[in-house]
């Protein structure tokens, strides 16, 4: 409904597809094939992308020693690869380090990564080249060269390799540059963003068009803008929750939304939101609470009230696990689990039967009192 607010591999990397209560051509003729993913070595892994060929970037933590270790997760293959064992150049040791994140993978294996310090606030970021196998720092940011902890790193990267990096100045606020270390026309050097406040946090989203939407942080309180190379625009105070944008620029999240109840009191909720850009701001159907990706086409993926996994495609809403196919036991433990899929894991559909790869973790509750358990089973959602 509209509101009337204002506001394959490692090595060959082929274009893959994006994705998916009724049935709309998607759900009778789409479905989704389960692949729970595991690690070579007992350990809690987390996704942090997933690029539109298959290929999962993140971190797992070592059940032994609760060591750390980047991944690139390859689901066409089923293989996991320890990212320093891809890269070589100019140091492979620093890279097979257990402090290192992959954060970002895009279409062509470009990545970004952070090495964490000995604490939050001493982190860098690199970028890293899966076909060449090289890596290399960011630039370090202007007035942080002389300050004794560094906290600045690569959130994203497009598929034109540019690269978002948010950093903390000598003052300790937020700031951010685009540059792009694989092609000099596009910005070898920092770009950065003249914004006029300082940015509320480094939660930032980032587009191939190199528009950058996120927080700032004014006279105590934050407001929600979009940048571009030409303009900033500030979006409405209803987007409470920015969490994806797709490379048209269109927007989901949550909204604080304020519904007259009569003429004197409003009833405020908070409801999932697309915006596509001007007064085109659609409000979910109510029963969704949180979008948290939306692809190029404009599907949506998100959390419904009581926490099932939803797509909104063409105006539906399809329940995912309505989608799935394989052994019952599988099927069931996805229905029984909570499920946590992270932003920007939605790919670009072909045609109206694509579903797309998506990857996340089903967690769920094993026993009663002093005898339960959890447990966490990562998987990646393929198209059948």
Same mark, same amino acid.
């Given at each position: 409904m509209k509101s009337n607010f204002v506001l394959t591999g490692i090595v060959s990397l082929i274009a893959f597809g994006s994705l998916a209560f009724t049935t709309p051509l998607i759900a009778q003729n789409g479905s989704y094939e389960i692949q729970w993913v595991e690690t070579p070595r007992p350990a809690t892994v987390s996704f942090n992308c997933i690029n539109d060929n298959g290929l999962v970037g993140g971190h797992w933590i070592e059940d032994a020693d609760d060591s750390e270790y980047a991944f690139i997760y390859d689901s066409n293959s089923a293989q996991f690869f320890e990212l320093g064992a891809l890269l070589t150049a100019p140091n492979p040791a620093q890279?097979? =380090?257990?402090?290192?994140?992959?954060?970002?993978?895009?279409?062509?294996?470009?990545?970004?990564?952070?090495?964490?310090?000995?604490?939050?606030?001493?982190?860098?970021?690199? +970028?890293?080249?899966?076909?060449?196998?090289? +890596?290399?720092?960011?630039?370090?940011?202007?007035?942080?060269? =002389?300050?004794?902890?560094? !906290?600045?790193y690569g959130r994203q990267i497009n598929n034109f390799g540019d690269i978002l990096v948010p950093f903390r100045n000598s003052?300790?606020?937020?700031?951010?540059?685009?540059?792009?270390? *694989?092609?000099?026309?596009?910005?070898?050097?920092?770009?950065?963003?003249?914004l006029g406040f300082p940015l509320a946090s480094n939660i930032l989203l980032f587009t191939d068009m190199r528009h950058v939407i996120g927080r700032l942080s004014a006279s105590d309180t934050t407001i929600a803008f979009r940048w571009t190379t030409e303009t900033?625009? *500030?979006? !409405?105070?209803?987007? =409470?929750?920015?969490?994806?944008?797709?490379?048209?620029?269109?927007?989901?999240?949550?909204?604080?939304?304020?519904?007259?109840?009569?003429?004197?009191?409003?009833?405020?909720?908070?409801?999932?939101?697309? *915006?596509?850009?001007?007064? !085109?701001? !659609?409000?979910?159907?109510?029963e969704t609470k949180v979008a948290r990706a939306i692809n190029d086409a404009g599907d949506v993926y998100g959390t419904l009230e009581d926490g099932e996994f939803f797509l909104f495609y063409e105006g539906q809403v399809i329940l995912v696990e309505d989608l799935l196919v394989g052994e019952d036991d599988d099927v069931q433990f996805f229905k029984d689990s909570s499920i946590y899929v992270f932003s920007r894991l939605l790919a670009n559909r072909e045609s109206d039967t694509d579903l797309g790869r998506i990857a996340g973790i089903a967690i769920q509750t094993i026993g009663k009192g002093n005898n339960q358990t959890i447990v966490k089973r990562p998987f990646v959602l393929v198209p059948r």
């Open positions: 890279m097979a =380090s257990n402090k290192v994140k992959v954060l970002d993978l895009n279409n062509q294996g470009k990545g970004v990564a952070v090495i964490n310090g000995s604490d939050i606030a001493n982190r860098l970021g690199i +970028w890293f080249d899966l076909a060449s196998g090289e +890596w290399d720092y960011v630039p370090t940011p202007r007035s942080v060269e =002389s300050l004794p902890d560094s !906290d600045y003052d300790s606020e937020w700031e951010a540059y685009i540059y792009n270390p *694989f092609d000099a026309t596009r910005g070898a050097t920092p770009q950065y963003l003249e900033t625009e *500030f979006l !409405d105070p209803q987007f =409470s929750v920015l969490l994806d944008v797709n490379n048209q620029g269109e927007i989901c999240g949550q909204a604080e939304v304020f519904e007259p109840v009569n003429r004197k009191k409003y009833r405020r909720t908070f409801d999932a939101f697309r *915006f596509r850009g001007q007064a !085109d701001f !659609d409000l979910l159907p109510p």
